[in-house]
């Protein structure tokens, strides 16, 4: 295999730049889609992606009917949330785990069954087959088993460094029990919803904040540019605590100007660790300048969800989609292409399709955003949030097309 874009540099706790060279593991012989976990999940996540977002919006639009488990709001919010991101989260994390630890992958029938417990709560919680505790029990015991994979592993070599995130995916194993015990008894979601919105925050924050400034480094470098992203500082270890205490205050109190006035600091903070990093200097590869892109975005759904908290900025699920449709869009978007190419042996450099899904997932957040809210939406909101959908969704399906082939056959420098 290649050097990886998901290994970590010894003393850190998060994924940073790529390794000299990948731990030796024992000799794979099975089909390649089942080598390594980004390879099923996703393709998964983007083949999701592409098809449940057009279908919330011809629901949204009243063109049609389901039967989900849930009501197709609370379905769409579920699903993109512990549906589509668990699998994007999946991929990455059982690609970084045998780096983090020098141990073996998940590979083969144990891979393919983690796989199918996805696959399957997305099946039932659309058509379910069994009763409504059941389906939700199926769908809830995959992050369950993902954490657990998470801290064995990690507990197995000590690796204490990584374990923050083990305890973020616990918490996002539990934000998704909670929303499934609220829903089964018709209570709101909001609670979880706010819960796993934050966990996303502090993820974006933590493993975006190292991808970007060292794969920035790793490539201006190669490039013989002069000036490199500032090393991690205090600075760094002060807008992720900004971070946390915003998200904390928020989900205790969404409505406290104290959550607002602590987004709008935190917001800057990150806007001033983002300059930190010159992104506008790795324009030249746009594999580089897309974690810029979806850090942007991260700083931005700060100072958005600062002002709706206040009252003075858009209305709230505007807000909350600069996070979702862009910051997760983006950033989804630029690990999945990076890490595809990188470990199926081919060069990384984004080429002319991949630049067109990153173009796509970008201007379908721009237009999320700009979808007007109103009591009775009107013919402006439904074709606006149609367009959204068509260009971010587009941007996995194009990701399906283009990456599909490279994520179910060998990499190129295997035998």
Known sequence: ???TPLNIQ?????PAADAEEEPSFPSY????????????????????AGLAVPIWVRLFAGAGSASFLY????????????????AVIAGFLLTAIPNWTGRAPLRGIP????????????????????SPITVAAL???FLIVLASLLWRELYAVSARAQMPIAVMITLYAA????????????LSTDLPERLVLALIMLLLTVIGGRLTPNLTREFLAQSGTARLPADFSRLDVVAMLSVLIAAVIWIVGPDLPAAGWAFIAAGVMNVARLLRWYGWVAYREPLVLILHIGYGWVAISLLVLGDTVLGAGMPQANALHTLTTGAVGAMTLAVMTRASLGHTGRAKRAGALTVVIY????????????VPQSESPTALTHTILQLSAAAWSGAYLLFAVAYGPLLVRRSLDEP
């Open 175 to 186: 934000a998704n029990l909670l929303f499934h015990a609220a829903a089964l008894r018709g």
């Open 29 to 48: 012989d099975g089909p390649p889609f089942l080598s390594y976990g980004f390879r099923p999940f996703f393709l998964s996540a983007s083949l999701f």
């Open 71 to 86: 009501p197709p709001r609370d379905w769409h919010v579920h699903e993109m949330l512990f549906g589509f991101l668990s």
């Open 111 to 130: 891979l393919l069954a983690l796989w199918l417990l996805w696959l399957a709560g997305r099946l039932c919680l659309a058509v379910p087959a069994a």
């Open 139 to 141: 769908d809830a015991s």
């Open 10 to 14: 010894a003393g850190t706790s998060i």
């Open 1 to 3: 295999m290649s050097s």
């Open 359 to 370: 173009l796509l997932v970008n201007v379908g957040a721009l237009l999320r955003i700009l």
